[in-house]
Structures are given as structure tokens and as C-alpha cells.
């Protein structure tokens, strides 16, 4: 079975602090991609990755970055966190074998910022 | 554009009823895929199943059932005889076969359907 597992559960951190936010996967998946998750916005892509040291902007990157220095590893970045960064985050992967291969997802990081 | 769609914010249902969750997508792709994920109280999103558009049998597995329709851009969701563990928010999700911009892999999500099946 496919193990996408996040650093934390919950996080809380301070306005203005630099937070990561860190997400391993352990079956060799090219891509890997960051999401919030907000109450009536459903799903939003932040960050997304097809290769190491490769990113690429998603829907909402502003406020954020990535680093993918290693495959298995990706990491988000909030550079000064800012109480509208309060959300669920979740880190998902997947093959590049063929075009129809599911996302896999970690259990998620709620972090909020007080 | 590709967009999906899942009209049903909330529903709630009684142990042992049927219930249907509906997807509707968007797309100008001949080729592409559809998900459903379930997000338990927990947290994680639990890959659910996948369908190719070239394939348009329907699926059943166990309690569980999807309807395909490439007529009406549907992907509905059907949970038999639920139970209270069905409680979830379930997402439909679309990809595409074709790379936009680099975005090849990226699913694009509906906002979900929160189900509560009370006992």
C-alpha cells in the first residue's frame, strides 16, 4: 500500500512565524502535490511537483513555497504565516506510469495561526 | 474549462437506506478519468475508484456502486443499505489526458458531499 505520511497532526504557530509543513511518500511517485482545505472551498492546489527540484504554481500560491530536494520528500513552506494560512493541509502523490493513476493522500496537517 | 460538480452539499440519511451521490463534470477532453475519494472524520482522503472515459460499465463493489453516464457528463456515486461508518465527505474528481500548462497528473476536485448516516 501506497504511505503518504505528514510531519504533523496539528500544528499551531504564531502570525509571522516561517512554518513547514513536511510530507513523505515511500513508493518511488514522481508527483506530489500540497492542498488546503477550507469549509465550502473544497480542495485547492497550492503547490505541485513532477520531478526533484521541479515545482510548479497551482491555484493558490500565494503566501506559500515548496521544496523537493530529494523524490520522496516534498516540502510546504509558509514564509510568514498569517491567520488566514489557518487550515487543513494535505499532501497527496502519484505514479507518472500511465495517465490514470489515483492521487494518494497523507492524513493531513491542521495548523492554525493564532 | 473542466469543472465537476457535486450539487449535494449535505445529505442526510437513516442507517439502511440508499443513497446516491451525484457528480457532474466538464470537459473538452475525449480522453480522461474520473475519481471518487472518501474523507472519513479523520482527515485522510481514501481513494475510492477510478474510470477511464472509454469505459462506460458500471461498477460494483460490495455495498458500493458508480454509474457512468457519458451522455449526461455524470459519475454518480451509490451506497446500498448505508451504515453509520458511510458517514464521510466523498469528492468526485476529474483528470485529464492531456498536459495543460504542466499540469498533467492535477486532479480537479468537486467542493464534496457531506453524508451523515445516523443510526
Known amino acids: 500500500d501506497v504511505k503518504v505520511t505528514q510531519s504533523s497532526r496539528y500544528l499551531v504557530k504564531r502570525t509571522g512565524e516561517k512554518v513547514f509543513l513536511e510530507c513523505v511518500q515511500d513508493?518511488?511517485?514522481?508527483?506530489m502535490f500540497w492542498y488546503r482545505q477550507d469549509p465550502g472551498l473544497g480542495l485547492r492546489l497550492i503547490y505541485f511537483s513532477y520531478d526533484v527540484k521541479m515545482k510548479e504554481k497551482g491555484d493558490i500560491p500565494e503566501g506559500y513555497s515548496v521544496s523537493r530536494e530529494k523524490k520522496e520528500r516534498f516540502s510546504l513552506i509558509l514564509e510568514s504565516a498569517s491567520t488566514n494560512q489557518t487550515s487543513m493541509y494535505l499532501c497527496?502523490?502519484?505514479?507518472?506510469?500511465?495517465?490514470?493513476?489515483?492521487?494518494?493522500f497523507g492524513d493531513g496537517t491542521r495548523l492554525s495561526i493564532l | 474549462a473542466q469543472k465537476v460538480t457535486q450539487a449535494q452539499t449535505e445529505i442526510s440519511v437513516v442507517e439502511k437506506e440508499d443513497v446516491t451521490l451525484d457528480c457532474v463534470y466538464e470537459t473538452r477532453d475525449t480522453t480522461y478519468y474520473l475519481f471518487w475519494y472518501k474523507q472519513p472524520p479523520s482527515g485522510e482522503l481514501v481513494f475510492l475508484i477510478r474510470?477511464?472515459?472509454?469505459?462506460?460499465q458500471n461498477e460494483i463493489s460490495g455495498r458500493y456502486s458508480w454509474n457512468f453516464q457519458k451522455s449526461t457528463s455524470s459519475f454518480n456515486f451509490t451506497i446500498t443499505a448505508s451504515q453509520v461508518v458511510d458517514s464521510a465527505v466523498y469528492f468526485c474528481?476529474?483528470?485529464?489526458?492531456?498536459?495543460?500548462?504542466?499540469?498533467?497528473?492535477?486532479?480537479?476536485f468537486g467542493k464534496g458531499t457531506k453524508l451523515s448516516v445516523k443510526p
Open positions: 513508493m518511488d511517485h514522481e508527483n
Open positions: 497527496a502523490s502519484s505514479s507518472q506510469t500511465g495517465n490514470n493513476q489515483p492521487q494518494h
Open positions: 474510470r477511464n472515459s472509454f469505459d462506460e
Open positions: 474528481a476529474l483528470k485529464s489526458s492531456w498536459n495543460y500548462g504542466g499540469s498533467q497528473g492535477n486532479l480537479i
